[in-house]
């Protein structure tokens, strides 16, 4: 049992698993901070949260950051599980 946690423990503290960790809660977040410029300093509501996902998703595949992309891939299922108030595992998300 020891071994077990100091084996998953060595796997948390992997330099590279928290870089990656990091990239995919950045690329999360970076569909709202889009949402944010555009409709606070352009003055416009009618995009769905979905296509700012969609956006920053292919703007980071396009620079090769697949990773960054991941976070917004998740970012636009969260935002169309939200839409269709669909419930999983008996809960509403």
């Known amino acids: 049992m020891a071994m077990k946690f100091a084996s998953a423990f060595d796997r948390l503290s992997n330099q590279e698993a928290a870089i990656n960790v990091a990239a995919v809660a950045g690329g999360f977040v970076a569909p709202n901070v889009l949402r944010t410029g555009v409709e606070n300093y352009a003055d416009y509501q009618g995009i ?13 595949w396009y620079v090769d950051e697949k990773v960054m992309a991941a976070g917004s891939a998740v970012n636009v299922v969260d935002r169309l599980i939200n839409r269709f108030g669909v419930s999983l595992l008996g809960g509403e998300f």
């Open 48 to 60: 769905p949260d979905e296509a700012y996902g969609v956006a920053t998703g292919a703007a980071f």
